[in-house]
């Protein structure tokens, strides 16, 4: 009786675990680490950015080749041409790593729902990745620029987003289920850090590139792409992206120059920014208060002041508050000129008033370009630094 019981339960409890039946072995896999997509002659253009581990992992020194390859193809769907480049990749290429997908800018004007729709779809790209778009250049080159310091480019790519977006705030770092969300979302519009070369464009794919201190050409991250449901209308400039983040509080550290009373500047670093916007409706049409709560302290000076003088501390913070209230209005002045909400405040006005929201959601569009903003932003100078009078004044004798 016992042997029957072992039979009957251990017996189909073998038959489950018999291994990973779809196993698949490093060394027959290429790691995709960044990808882009530019528009071809008939469909796309995708190119893939593969991790040579030879070059990444050895101990003994690398060969001298480059640390990471690119394999292009053309095709009328990205399944496709994805599928094609085994014919030049001596390996299947494997896409669980990918960390950037960089959209070339001609595409991302034509609308770029069809071509990310098999990257939402297929269960090998995890949807944790940045994306971008190219800016002048095409997306191709973006993956085809060596780095220094970091030798994949890119890591080179997800870390300066990150930091830029963290420290100086003109960048966003959008992964793909947020981008999808907002292409999808009624009331507001996606968004999109553009990339570009600095430099040389080419001899940013050879090895001198990185064998000398100052790079023939250097990735930088510039300006915001602005999407009207899922096609590029335009862009944001440097200080209307920070506007942007403002609005959309996502500043967490970022700095700017303040004129001071002399007619010199100064340069505060913002440390703190709180971010409140509210709507509400009013004899049908709409309205949106945003105020802008912050902490600043004194960066560098390059003025005559006296920071030891609380008036002085006063009229700095009403500078401040100044410059950052045209930040914010010229950011909303810009969109209203594409006629695209890429600050959600239709979804601010639809959750303020939900039945007056039936009326405008159809027409938001046109109801967005006459949309009265009022900004209020206060921002309080905690600390001036470890001396209060800059010693560059005493040099110079004033």
Not at 187 to 211: E, H, P, Q, S
Request: net charge neutral; aromatic share 6%; charged share 25%.
């Amino acid at each position: 009786m016992k042997n029957i019981l072992f039979f009957l339960i251990f017996i189909p409890c073998l038959l489950i675990l018999t291994g990973c039946w779809n196993r698949r072995e490093l060394n027959e896999l290429a790691l995709v680490v960044a990808m882009s997509i530019d528009k071809g002659d008939a469909g796309y253009e995708i190119t893939a950015q593969v991790v040579e581990p030879s070059e990444v992992a050895s101990q003994k020194g690398g060969s001298g080749r480059t640390p990471v390859t690119t394999y292009s193809e053309k095709g009328q769907y990205i399944f496709e041409a994805i599928r094609r480049m085994t014919t030049i990749s001596p390996r299947k290429l494997y896409f669980s790593h990918l960390q950037m997908l960089v959209v070339g800018e001609e595409l991302a004007k034509e609308g770029i729902s069809k071509p990310l729709e098999m990257l939402t779809r297929d269960p090998e790209f995890r949807k944790d990745f940045y994306i971008v778009v190219s800016k002048d250049i095409k997306a191709k080159d973006v993956l085809e620029n060596l780095t220094s310091l970091e030798k994949i480019p890119a890591n080179k790519l997800h870390a300066s987003l990150e930091s830029s977006e963290s420290a100086w705030a003109p960048t966003v770092a959008v992964q793909m289920d947020e981008l999808i969300a907002d292409i999808t979302a009624a009331g507001k519009n996606a968004v999109l850090t553009g990339i570009t070369i600095k430099g040389n464009v080419d001899k940013a794919a050879t090895m001198d590139n990185v064998t000398r201190i100052e790079p023939y050409a250097r990735l930088q991250y510039k300006n915001i792409a602005v999407f009207k449901t899922d096609k590029l209308v335009g862009w944001l400039n440097e200080k209307e992206s920070k506007g942007l983040n403002y609005i959309t509080d996502n500043v967490t550290n970022t700095v700017g120059d303040i004129p001071c009373p002399d007619g010199k500047s100064l340069v505060i670093e913002i440390v703190r920014s709180k971010s409140k916007v509210s709507g509400k409706v009013i004899n049908g049409k709409p309205n949106i208060d945003i105020k802008i709560n912050a902490e600043a302290n004194i960066g560098e000076v390059a003025c005559r002041i006296n920071l030891t003088n609380p008036e002085s501390i006063k009229k700095l913070e009403k500078a401040v508050n100044m410059v950052n209230e045209d930040i914010i209005t010229s950011s909303i002045k810009k969109a209203q000129e594409l006629g695209v909400d890429i600050y959600g405040f239709g979804e601010v006005i639809h959750r303020a008033d939900p039945k007056a929201w039936k009326k405008l959601k159809n027409n938001w569009d046109e109801h967005f370009q006459e949309l009265e903003v009022s900004v209020d932003s206060t921002f309080n100078i905690r600390r001036t630094g470890v001396s209060n009078e800059s010693y560059t004044n005493k040099i110079q004798g004033e």
